[in-house]
């Protein structure tokens, strides 16, 4: 079992910043991949960012509406995995929840809820305008 525990919640400012942390405990060996999705009220969730390790490398996921404006980071001696949030928008506002599993480095697999299979319990962000 893994645990993930989401921290950093706040409200910003439209334009503002905030950083979101996942720590994740327990058995970490098949876990290679920790996403960050979002869900607004009564919206699906959807798929903002993700990372991937392995042997060294890592790769990076972002969804369109966050590209170049979040940045998916992880610190390995802390198990903990960041999601750093720039020029926030009223729209961003949301329950942000991480997640992680043994994911396919690909797309189609780490933008999908169901490939995962451990959640944090999620943490809200508020963007006012």
């Known amino acids: 079992q893994v645990q993930l525990v989401e921290s950093g919640r706040g409200l910003v400012q439209a334009g503002g910043s905030l950083r979101l942390s996942c720590a994740a405990s327990?058995?970490?060996?098949?876990?290679?991949?920790v996403g960050w999705f979002r869900q607004a009220p009564g919206k699906e969730r959807e798929f903002v960012a993700a990372?991937?390790?392995?042997?060294?490398?890592?790769?990076?996921f972002y969804a369109d509406s966050v590209k170049g404006r979040f940045t998916i980071s992880r610190d390995s001696a802390k198990n903990t995995v960041y999601v750093q949030m720039e020029g926030l928008k009223p729209e961003d506002t949301a329950v942000y929840y991480c997640?992680?599993?043994?994911?396919?480095?690909?797309?189609?697999?780490?933008?999908?809820?169901?490939?995962?299979?451990?959640w944090g319990q999620g943490t809200q962000v508020t963007v006012s305008s």
């Open positions: 997640a992680a599993g043994d994911v396919t480095p690909r797309w189609d697999s780490v933008s999908r809820t169901r490939s995962y299979d451990y």
């Open positions: 327990g058995r970490m060996d098949r876990l290679y991949t």
């Open positions: 990372i991937w390790w392995s042997a060294g490398s890592s790769s990076y």
